[in-house]
T-cell receptor, first 117, second 116 residues
Framework: EDKVVQSPLSLVVHEGDTVTLNCSYE??????LLWYKQEKKAPTFLFML????IEKKSGRLSSILDKKELSSILNITATQTGDSAIYLC?????????????????FGQGTILTVHP | DTEVTQTPKHLVMGMTNKKSLKCEQH?????MYWYKQKAKKPPELMFV???????INESVPSRFSPECPNSSLLNLHLHALQPEDSALYLC???????????????FGEGSWLTVV
């Protein structure tokens, strides 16, 4: 059974701090690792990391995939109160049926990030 | 345009009611998903449709009945639900198709369901 574990489960920081969120996984037929940000609605896509693209950066956010350690980190520098959210790591396993394929996402528990002014 | 549209956004239903949640995407995606999310928990996969055919049913009770009328639409029919079924129901889609590495999955805004 596919498994994704995130740490820490919650984190409280002050504006301007840098945070590192962790994600480790065990999955059959790994295809990609995705990071999502969730506020009070549906998850918003942040990054997708694959075997051919192990580092991504967008503004203050960056993420690295360690294929050897089966893990990923999400870094947020110079945090702002608007970064407060649940950060979800999900790993996509690949399934094949009848010549077509589809992805099955397994989510970690999420990290609740709170940024105080 | 990476948009998955879900309706209704909020639904309150009694345990004897029959209702449906609807999901639509026009990105040409061929894989569509239903996820259920309880408060303070990550989303849990319920169903996967690939090329309009049900590919995965994660042992979901029969009171939830999915339907994929065409490649753009996905419904979830609800009947005789229980209060513990109250949750956020998320629809998602991805390109699907032939095997390739990486397949971004986009979520809709979700439908908040309350069973009374």
């Amino acid at each position: 059974e596919d498994k994704v574990v995130q740490s820490p489960l919650s984190l409280v920081v002050h504006e301007g701090d840098t945070v590192t969120l962790n994600c480790s996984y065990e999955v059959t037929n790994f295809r990609s690792l995705l990071w999502y940000k969730q506020e009070k609605k549906a998850p918003t896509f942040l990054f997708m990391l694959t075997s051919s693209g192990i580092e991504k950066k967008s503004g203050r956010l960056s993420s690295i995939l360690d294929k050897k350690e089966l893990s990923s980190i999400l870094n947020i520098t110079a945090t702002q109160t608007g970064d407060s959210a649940i950060y979800l790591c999900a790993v996509e396993g690949g399934y094949n049926a009848g010549g077509t394929s589809y992805g099955k996402l397994t989510f970690g528990q999420g990290t609740i990030l709170t940024v105080h002014p | 345009d990476t948009e998955v549209t879900q309706t209704p956004k909020h639904l309150v239903m009694g345990m004897t009611n029959k209702k449906s949640l609807k999901c639509e995407q026009h990105m040409g995606h061929r894989a569509m998903y239903w996820y259920k999310q309880k408060a303070k928990k990550p989303p849990e996969l319920m169903f996967v449709y690939s090329y309009e055919k049900l590919s995965i049913n994660e042992s979901v009770p029969s009171r939830f009945s999915p339907e994929c009328p065409n490649s753009s639409l996905l419904n979830l029919h609800l009947h005789a639900l229980q209060p513990e079924d109250s949750a956020l129901y998320l629809c998602a889609s991805s390109r699907g198709g032939v095997v390739f590495s990486g397949n971004t999955i986009y979520f809709g805004e979700g439908s908040w369901l309350t069973v009374v």
